[in-house]
């Protein structure tokens, strides 16, 4: 070989080996992860029926496509069993660390389940897709940047973790975060928060953060991830056009007297077919399966369609906004790989052993079948019994026996809320006002505008004299906690509490305090304001047992005929479900919608009856001056006019004592702005 072929050749390897190291920088042209998946991905045979390449179901692809979508920032799936989820989030993982080069962090419920995961799932999908070679060279060796805790990826990183301790969340910064089997978490990790929570401050400071959480939902009430699946801004059903009418429908489990849903006759599975709500038409698996490709995914109102490539529109094809937060439900019946008889044959011993005596069956066919809650006994309220049996007095004008205002609020992404209830004696109710102030919590207009209300807003009293409110209770769940300690801390005098529903085991109603420190606007208080955690549970079984009182008197609940439909529904939106479990028997609230402020933002009020003492026995004498003060004994009872007795100075108070003699009416506060307005 001459000097000119071995120069050759050194110039080839010297190319090679420039172009290897300069990849490291190359920008990889777009693609989603249906399409990397389509393209890269393999099913091992360690964790799949059958081993080969994946073509991913018209269903699942729209879901990778969200996945993938950097302006998604969370993605719930209420799910049952058979989906291929699991498939999903494995993508999900090789996408984001060969396409993406992103941080990811993946947690199982326990430290075994993610022992379990990581051998069964993970490894050979590292080992079996070609391009993950690419970006984990150390991937058949035993290697410090390989282990059952961490993969370190060319350009990325891989955690994966247990949910069981609190110190798995800590000390890792991400762009990924990827929660699996959510409901099998605990609630309160180590009493430091809910995995949601923990996981998502992991991605707080990414450029393209990213939630993603998958779960078979368990014991309604106490699951996660249908909590998660009401709070999404829209949850979509997968919908295939009827092969006869071809108007769109979800695949549901119906009922027998449903008009939609499986049918079967005389406890045959065979039979088994599927209900058009439209045109009343049965069909069967093999007419679901040849349009299910021309499936989309739609959301409650009908308004937003999601297509197989990941495209927004409406029903007309017109582009919408990318929602922030979506979810998903998706049940056993879309699976290709599951016969429709089969559902059938598992419900029909599921029922066999119910009627037995053996709910457990049925339990794990709802959950991992349906991909629904098991619903243990519920108590539900109407919310038009509410409505009917309310009352023609208007808001904002106080009855006669209504003495005291209290005022629970709740923030919300884009505006404050506020619910005024009067008091009387023995805890009677009656419901006052509800406004809405629109803003940003994070700015600092929507507080002032709030502040002249809770400060400032006096209302008449049908005696004649006028009252202000007492005490307030503001929400500081959610994005926007550092703003409400702010706001109560400045307020403590004037009785405005910063409040928390409890996470973990409520003992009363007032269920504890907790000092804390914030920064809003840029400063730090050095002597944080109290957070008081509120036993909404119990708050709410209170509520409940007073709307049982049929006549007006000590605690019942007067409800205005003015207050709006969607005001009754908010009052009514939350079941008390009680379930069996292994620590016994519990029961907790749990929401029937999304919108449910006004029962939350009344469980606050009643928790200031408990913070302000109100029924203890030395108060007696308190309301009775408040009732000498507001609705002063008429001499004439033919006066026109009554007059109220003079006014005595109020006591001087701290923030944690309720004032010793009723708090007298303020001068009302001028607003400056009118961004608040009546509901």
Same mark, same amino acid.
């Given at each position: ?64 496509? =969200? ?30 660390? $060969? ?43 035993? $290697? ?66 990213? +939630? ?29 056009? =009827? ?34 709500? $439209? ?28 297509? %197989? ?108 809320? %506020? ?159 009680? +379930?069996?479990?292994? %620590? ?96």
């Amino acid at each position: 070989m001459d000097l000119s072929e071995i120069a050759r050749l050194a110039e080839a390897e010297a190319d090679r080996r420039l172009q290897r190291g300069m990849s490291a920088w190359a920008v990889p042209e777009p693609m989603t992860l249906d399409e990397w998946a389509q393209e890269h991905f393999y099913l091992s045979a360690e964790s799949s029926y059958v081993e080969q390449r994946w073509t991913p179901w018209t269903f699942q692809r729209a879901i990778m496509a =969200c996945i993938s979508n950097d302006d998604i920032y969370e993605i719930d799936l209420k799910k049952s069993a058979r989906v291929g989820y699991t498939k999903i989030l494995l993508a999900a993982v090789g996408y984001f660390a $060969h396409h993406k080069r992103r941080n990811q962090a993946l947690w199982q419920p326990t430290d075994e389940d993610r022992d379990e995961f990581v051998k069964t799932e993970l490894d050979p999908m590292l080992r079996d897709v070609p391009v993950m070679r690419d970006v984990l060279p150390s991937y058949v060796s035993r $290697h410090k940047d390989n282990t059952l805790q961490a993969k370190k990826f060319i350009g990325s990183m891989l955690h994966t973790k247990g949910a069981k301790a609190a110190k798995n969340f800590r000390r890792i910064s991400v762009d990924v975060a990827e929660l699996d089997e959510v409901d099998a978490m605990d609630r309160d990790v180590e009493k430091e928060g809910d995995p949601f929570t923990l996981a998502a401050k992991r991605v707080e400071g990414a450029t393209f953060p990213k +939630v993603i959480v998958g779960s078979t939902p368990k014991l309604k009430g106490f699951s996660l991830v249908d909590e998660r699946y009401t709070l999404a801004d829209e949850r979509f059903t997968f919908q295939i056009p =009827c092969p006869h009418c071809g108007e769109r429908h979800a695949l549901t489990w119906g009922g027998k007297d449903e008009p939609h849903g499986l049918k079967f006759t005389d406890r045959d599975p065979a039979t088994a077919r599927h209900l058009c709500p $439209h045109c009343a038409t049965l069909i069967d698996h093999g007419e679901y399966l040849a349009v299910e490709s021309q499936g989309v995914w739609i959301n409650e109102d009908g308004t937003i369609w999601l297509h %197989a490539d990941g495209r927004f529109t409406t029903p007309a094809g017109d582009g919408v906004p990318t929602p922030r937060h979506i979810a998903f439900h998706v049940w056993t019946a879309y699976s290709p790989a599951v016969s429709w008889a089969q559902i059938v044959r598992e419900f029909l011993a599921a029922r066999e052993a119910m009627e037995r005596g053996d709910e457990t069956k049925m339990k794990a066919w709802t959950n991992t079948t349906r991909g629904e809650c098991w619903e243990g006994e519920i108590e539900r309220t109407d919310a038009e019994e509410l409505k009917q049996r309310a009352e023609p007095f208007k808001i904002r004008l106080l009855p006669r026996d209504c003495l005291l205002l209290l005022c629970g609020a709740d923030t919300q992404g884009n505006r404050l809320e %506020a619910q005024v209830w009067g008091y009387g004696l023995g805890g009677q109710m009656w419901t006052i006002d509800h406004r809405v102030f629109f803003g940003n919590p994070a700015q600092e207009d929507v507080w002032l505008e709030f502040e002249e209300f809770i400060l400032g807003e006096t209302y008449q009293h049908a005696s004649g004299t006028t009252q202000s409110i007492y005490a307030t209770a503001v929400d500081s769940g959610g994005h926007h906690a550092d703003a409400v300690y702010a706001f109560a801390h400045k307020h403590r005098a004037r009785r405005v509490y910063a409040v928390k529903g409890s996470s973990g085991v409520e003992r009363s109603i007032e269920n504890g305090n907790t000092k804390v420190g914030f920064n809003w606007q840029g400063k730090r208080e050095k002597h944080g304001p109290t957070l008081w955690h509120v036993g909404t549970n119990l708050a709410k079984d209170r509520l409940a047992a007073r709307l049982e009182i049929t006549q007006p008197g000590p605690g019942y609940v007067h409800l205005s005929a003015d207050n709006t439909d969607e005001w009754f529904r908010q009052l009514a939106a939350e079941d008390r479900v009680t +379930v069996r479990t292994q %620590a016994g028997t519990q029961s907790r609230w749990t929401p029937n919608r999304k919108r449910n402020e006004v029962i939350d933002m009344t469980a606050y009020a009643i928790w200031l009856e408990e913070r302000l003492d109100l029924w203890a026995p030395k108060r007696k004498r308190w309301w009775s001056d408040l009732e000498e003060q507001v609705q002063p004994t008429i001499e004439d009872l033919f006066g026109a006019n009554p007059q109220p007795a003079p006014q005595r100075p109020a006591a001087q108070t701290s923030a944690s004592e309720p004032a010793s003699a009723p708090l007298l009416p303020r001068p009302a506060v001028q607003p400056s702005r009118k961004l608040a307005r009546a509901w």
